[in-house]
C-alpha cells in the first residue's frame, strides 16, 4: 500500500479553553510517536496540530499503508545447550522455538532434517544458536487502532468527565465512557480512505461539524486528509488551527484598535489571546466602550475586571492610559453587529460599577486604620498573625533602612512597611486578590502619604516574576528585602523548605528576589548582616538559609551565560557581599584568559591538597629566617610584593586587577615546587613551608577559588 496523508479528529463538546492549546499539541505529538514506533511514519513525515473549542485533530504527511518487514533475529541458546553431542536438538531448544511459535515439525527425539533453518554465531566466547525471521509489518488499521488508543489515554486531561454513550454509537461491553468531554464524532482519513478504527465508542468516517450557527454545510463532507482545513474553513466556517485563530484574531485586535482611535492599542496579554483564541472558532472582533466616568477608578481594576471577568481587550491610549474603550472577539458575523455590541457594553457595566463601588467605599477607611485588623488574620498557625509579621517586617526594614541611609530612611522604611499589609483587608483586594500591594499604593496617595511610602507599599512584592522590574525607591529596596527576609527566615526556621518541585510559599521566588535587589542595587549589605537583622533563629537555619541562597544564585548567573567553572569559583567562597559578584565574575573571566592562569590554578589545587593532607590549622605565618632554600625565600619576596598590589586593588573593589597582580608569582611558584621540599622531617622547616604556602593559598583565593579553574 503507498503513503498519503492521514488525518485523525476527534468532535467534541466545548473544551477547556486553558488547557485546549495543551491538549492539541499532545494528541499530535502523541499519535505521531505510536505511529513512529509501528514503522507507519517517518522521521520526515511533516505535523500539523489542529485544536479549536469542539475539536482535536492531527494531520501527518506520508504515512506508509502498511509498515515494511521487518528481519527478526532471535537467540536462542549456546550450541553445547541447544544440540546433543549428535547434533540433534535438545528438549530446551524444541520448546524455546515452540514458544516462539516455530513449527518444528518434529517430536522430543525426532531428527534433526524436520528443524527450521538456525544460525551459529559466536556470542563473546561460545558459539550460539540463533533463528532468523521475518516478521509482518502492520497494516495502518492496525497501527492507527493501538496509536489512536495510546495518545488518548496519554493527553494531559485536567479533570476526566465519565458520560454515558449515545444510542446507537455503543460498542460491545460498553455502557460509558471518561474523556475530557463527550465526544460524538471520529474521523480518521488516509489520503480519500476511511481508516476503518473505533475510540470512545466512536467508529471513524469522514464526516465532521463545522460552526454551530454559521457552517455553510452540516455535516461537513471530508473528501480526504489534505482538505481538513480548507473545507472547515470554506463549508463549516471555522479556523481548524490554534496558530492560525490566533494570529487572526491578533491581527483583527490591532485593526480594530486602529479604527478606533489614532495611538490606541489593544492591551498586551499572551495568556489572554491564548484563552480566547480557545473560546472561538471564527473570531470577528467588535469594538465596544463604557461610560468615561469608571475611568475615574484606577485603571488596573478595571483592565483586571475586564480581563478575567469577561475576556475583553481593554484599549490604551499612546501614553498606556486606558479609554472608555475595548475590543471582543466574538463566535459569530452578525449583518448588523449593534445587537452584540450592546449586550457586551451592557453585560461590563455592572462589573466597573462594583469596582467603582469598592474603590469609593474602601477609601472611606485609611490604611493605618486598617492596620489593627491584620492582628486577626492568621499568617501561618506556627508564625503568627500578619499583625505579628507586620511589626517583624517593620523591624526588618528599620534596620536595612537605617544601614543605608540613615534615621529619616529607616522610618519612612517602617513606616511603610506596617501599612504594606493593610489593602488584604479592602473590598477590591478581597475581590481582586491580584491587585494588592497597587490598591495599597493608591489608597495610601488618598491617605495623603509621601510618594516614596506609596511606592513602597506596591512595590515590596516585587520583583514578582523573572525579569520583573525591582522596587523603584529606597524605601521600596528596604521594604521588599525586609518581607522576603522574613518570610524565608521564618518558614526556613520552622522547616518549611521547598522539596523538589513543590514551593508552596515561592521560597525559591523570595530567595531569588533577595539576590536581585542586593546584586542589580549593589548594595553594601552582607548575608550575615541581614540574617541578624531577620533574627534568624540559630546558626544551623542561618547556613541552611545561607546555602539556599547560594544555590538559587548559582543556577541563576548560569542562565545569564556565566560558565559553570567560572560560577563554582566564585560562589564556592560564598561572598558575603552580593553586589560584589558581577565584579568577581567579571575577574576571573580576565584572568582565566592570562597566560598564567592555568599554571596558577593547577599550583593552587596542588597547595589546597597539600594543606589539606597536613591536617587543617595550618597558620599562613612566615618566619623569613627558616627560609633556607633560594626558591622558598624568592617565592616569600615575590609573594609579599604581588601580595601587597593585590590586597591594596581588592580594598578598592578592583578584583580583575587584585588577580592580575598574582600573575607575577607563577615563575616563583613553580621554581618552589621544582627546588623545594615540603614534608621535611625538620619540624620547624616544614610548619614555616607549611605557612608559606597558607599564606600563598589566601591570598590567590580571595576574590575566587582560582582551584576551581584548574581543568
Excluded at 489571546?273 to 475615574?296: G, Q, S
Excluded at 517583624?392 to 541611609?405: H, S, T
Amino acid at each position: 500500500m503507498s503513503s498519503a496523508s492521514l488525518l485523525v479528529e476527534l468532535f467534541v463538546e466545548e473544551l477547556p479553553p486553558k488547557a485546549l492549546r495543551k491538549l492539541g499539541d499532545a494528541f499530535a505529538a502523541a499519535l505521531r510517536e505510536q505511529l513512529q514506533v509501528q514503522g507507519l511514519v517517518g522521521a520526515d513525515a511533516a505535523l500539523t496540530a489542529y485544536a479549536s473549542p469542539r475539536r482535536l485533530a492531527a494531520h501527518l504527511t506520508q504515512v506508509a499503508g502498511k509498515a515494511a518487514d521487518q528481519a527478526v533475529s532471535h537467540k536462542l541458546m549456546p550450541v553445547s545447550v541447544g544440540l546433543d553431542a549428535n547434533g540433534r536438538p535438545t528438549p530446551a531448544l524444541l520448546k524455546k522455538l515452540a514458544a516462539l511459535g516455530v513449527d518444528t515439525g518434529v517430536d522430543t527425539g525426532a531428527n534433526a532434517s524436520a528443524m527450521p533453518a538456525l544460525r551459529r554465531a559466536m556470542d563473546g566466547k561460545a558459539e550460539a544458536l540463533f533463528f532468523d525471521s521475518t516478521a509482518r509489518g502492520v497494516t495502518l488499521a492496525e497501527g492507527l487502532q493501538e496509536a489512536l488508543l495510546g495518545a488518548i489515554a496519554k493527553l494531559p486531561i485536567p479533570k476526566v468527565m465519565s458520560y454515558q454513550l449515545e444510542s446507537g454509537c455503543e460498542l460491545p461491553g460498553w455502557s460509558s465512557v471518561s474523556f475530557v468531554r463527550p465526544a460524538h464524532g471520529l474521523v480518521a482519513l488516509h489520503g480519500a480512505d476511511v481508516a476503518p478504527v473505533r475510540a470512545l465508542g466512536l467508529a471513524a468516517g469522514r464526516e465532521t461539524h463545522g460552526h454551530r450557527f454559521e457552517a455553510a454545510v452540516d455535516p461537513v463532507v471530508l473528501r480526504d486528509a489534505d482538505s481538513y482545513a480548507q473545507q472547515l474553513r470554506d463549508e463549516g466556517a471555522v479556523i481548524a488551527g490554534f496558530d492560525a485563530r490566533r494570529e487572526e484574531i491578533a491581527r483583527q485586535l490591532a485593526q480594530a484598535a486602529r479604527k478606533a482611535g489614532a495611538g490606541l492599542r489593544p492591551i498586551e496579554d499572551d495568556a489572554l489571546l491564548d484563552e480566547v483564541t480557545a473560546l472561538v472558532e471564527r473570531p470577528n472582533v467588535l469594538a465596544c466602550e463604557f461610560e468615561r466616568e469608571f475611568l475615574d477608578v484606577p485603571q488596573e481594576c478595571l483592565i483586571l475586571t475586564m480581563k478575567a471577568n469577561q475576556k475583553y481587550f481593554p484599549l490604551l491610549d499612546a501614553a498606556g492610559k486606558l479609554t472608555n474603550q475595548f475590543l471582543v472577539v466574538s463566535n459569530i458575523h452578525p449583518d448588523d453587529p449593534s445587537a452584540v455590541i450592546d449586550g457586551n457594553e451592557r453585560v461590563v457595566r455592572p462589573r466597573l460599577a462594583d469596582a467603582k463601588f469598592f474603590f469609593d467605599q474602601d477609601r472611606k477607611k485609611s490604611l493605618a486604620d486598617r492596620v489593627p485588623g491584620l492582628a486577626k488574620v492568621v499568617y501561618h498557625n506556627k508564625l503568627g498573625t500578619q499583625g505579628e509579621r507586620t511589626q517583624r517586617v517593620a523591624a526588618i526594614a528599620d534596620a536595612i533602612g537605617r544601614q543605608l541611609g540613615g534615621e529619616a530612611l529607616a522610618r519612612q522604611a517602617a513606616q511603610a512597611a506596617l501599612l504594606a499589609k493593610a489593602d488584604l483587608l479592602t473590598d477590591m483586594v478581597g475581590e481582586f486578590p491580584e491587585l494588592q500591594g497597587v490598591m495599597g499604593r493608591y489608597y495610601a496617595l488618598h491617605d495623603g502619604l509621601p510618594a516614596d511610602i506609596a511606592d513602597a507599599i506596591e512595590d515590596h512584592y516585587k520583583p514578582k516574576f523573572a525579569g520583573d522590574t525591582l522596587p523603584r525607591g529606597p524605601v521600596g529596596v528596604c521594604v521588599a528585602l525586609a518581607d522576603k527576609l522574613e518570610t524565608l527566615a521564618g518558614m526556613f526556621g520552622i522547616g518549611q523548605l521547598p522539596t523538589g518541585d513543590k514551593d508552596p510559599f515561592a521560597l525559591r521566588r523570595h530567595a531569588l528576589g533577595v539576590i536581585r535587589i542586593l546584586i542589580e542595587q549593589d548594595l553594601p549589605l552582607e548575608l550575615e548582616w541581614l540574617f541578624a537583622a531577620t533574627r534568624v533563629s540559630d546558626e544551623k537555619t542561618a547556613a541552611q538559609l545561607a546555602d539556599f541562597i547560594y544555590e538559587r544564585l548559582s543556577g541563576n548567573l548560569r542562565e545569564q551565560g556565566y560558565s559553570a567553572v567560572e560560577v563554582d569559583a566564585v560562589i564556592s567562597l560564598q561572598p558575603p557581599r552580593l553586589g560584589d559578584i558581577p565584579k568577581r565574575l567579571a575577574a576571573v573571566r580576565a584572568f582565566a584568559a592570562l597566560p598564567e592562569a592555568a599554571a596558577l590554578a593547577a599550583a593552587n589545587k596542588r597547595i589546597g591538597n597539600i594543606l589539606k593532607k597536613a591536617g587543617g590549622g595550618v597558620a599562613a605565618r612566615v618566619d623569613a629566617a627558616l627560609l633556607k632554600e633560594p626558591a622558598e625565600a624568592a617565592l616569600h619576596a615575590a609573594l609579599a610584593h604581588a601580595g601587597a598590589k593585590a590586597d591594596a586593588a581588592f580594598a578598592q573593589g578592583d578584583y580583575a586587577a587584585s588577580l592580575q597582580s598574582l600573575a607575577a608569582l607563577k615563575a616563583p611558584v613553580d621554581a618552589f615546587f621544582d627546588g623545594v621540599m615540603v614534608n621535611v622531617d625538620d619540624d620547624a622547616l616544614r610548619e614555616n613551608r607549611l605557612g608559606l604556602l597558607a599564606t600563598l593559598h589566601a591570598a590567590m583565593n580571595r576574590v575566587a577559588d582560582l582551584s576551581r579553574l584548574s581543568a
